[in-house]
């Protein structure tokens, strides 16, 4: 069952086999604690002799390791003896219901279904009914795209986002009687994990007639105050990902020749978790940067010479400690004002008439430039304020602490800045991201 004009699909999952012990089936999501061989290392112990979602995943701790290609082929064959074994076994049509318990939040809730690729650019100034968040960096594509090329199946952590400030697409399926299909603890400190069937086609069509209505195009220009088209969906994790699986769809067409004789091909869906960007459970949390291996005092004669070519003056405010820098950025008005450390020199960094809505975009602007005019520099991105406070205080490093985003903003920033830079927000932490669970045959 299709509904085109939302762009929605509704999924065949697959789910494993009855009995199967779902604690060591679901792992977190593959781009997760990236730089922790350990976490890994100790997730297999754990799944070891076990059915499991880390056997059809590549964590991305492993990319640069010299058995790349084979671990890939490994996760296709497993792939392939899943189905073949009755290890996965494909449900009548139907989403499903999440209800996810984290180390942070008590609740936070979701539906798996599946959306059109035909409905997704992630170029700038797309004006798609899906789009991506934050600039998609096409040098992560390829990696992604040798995993899901051969893969019979696909098994998401893709979450995406929908403004539904009076919670009517998710929200109301709670309120139903529904087949609880699985409830169980996530390893790793990763919480509680709860899903319910939702195949009745009164809910279904209930989902896609609430959703027709935030894509209505009156109500849509209302509410934002713009002329342009609607975007419906908003990529939440998972942004490189789901362009992936648009890379090879798009493949597939080319190789078709005619791409009307493939339309109904599966590979044209990719499953997701879809998220109210107002549900309680969801938490932004911010990133902050840190520079390495520079002069300070180059850093802020750049800075000013950049943003005054922009006429968005810049001035550096000497601060004696961070929270002297958090209160004067704090108190200024008008423009975008931001605390720093320089090599254990404490300040705020003022722009004055920014172009930009975000905090970010405006430091992000910059320091793209300046990195690639100081190839010997580098930048890592930090979630908490003491580490950049530890490493900017070092010799030749500067940190700068940047706001978390407003939830509430998050779609009207999109619509009229395009997508955000890369590493503006995090959904929670690293514990608190999707754990694979339910997988979709693309083959």
Known sequence: MNFAKIGLQVPKILFPKPGTDMQRWAVIACDQYTSDRDYWERLEQQTSGSISTLNLIFPEVYLEDEDAEERIGRINATMEQYLAD??????????????????????????VLALDLEQYDYNKGAQSLIRATEGTILDRLP??????????????????????PQKTVIEPLFNEDLETVYDFELLQ???????????????????????EKLADPVTYRQKYLTEDAVMLYAMGDGNHSFATAKAIWEQLKADAGDPATIMDHPARYALVELVNVHDPGLEFEAIHRVL????????????ESFFAERKTPFGFIPCASLAEAEQKAAREIGCHAFPCVLAGRFGVCKVAS???????ATLQGFLDQYLEEQPEARIDYIHGAQSVSDLGSKAHNAGFYLPAISKHDLFRTIIFDGALPRKTFSMGEADEKRFYLECRNIK
């Open 86 to 111: 009755g290890s996965l076994v494909e449900q009548e049509p139907g989403f499903v219901l999440v209800d996810r318990k984290t180390s942070e939040v008590e609740s936070r809730k979701g539906l």
């Open 143 to 164: 990696p992604r795209i040798k995993v899901r090329k051969n893969a019979p199946i696909e098994l998401p952590h893709i979450m995406v986002l929908i403004d539904d």
């Open 189 to 211: 400190n990763g919480g509680h994990l709860k899903g319910y069937r939702v195949s009745d086609e009164r809910l279904i069509k209930q989902v896609a007639r609430s959703l």
């Open 292 to 303: 390495f291996n520079l002069n300070t005092g180059h850093l802020l004669e750049r800075m």
């Open 354 to 360: 920014p172009e930009y809505t975000l905090v970010v």
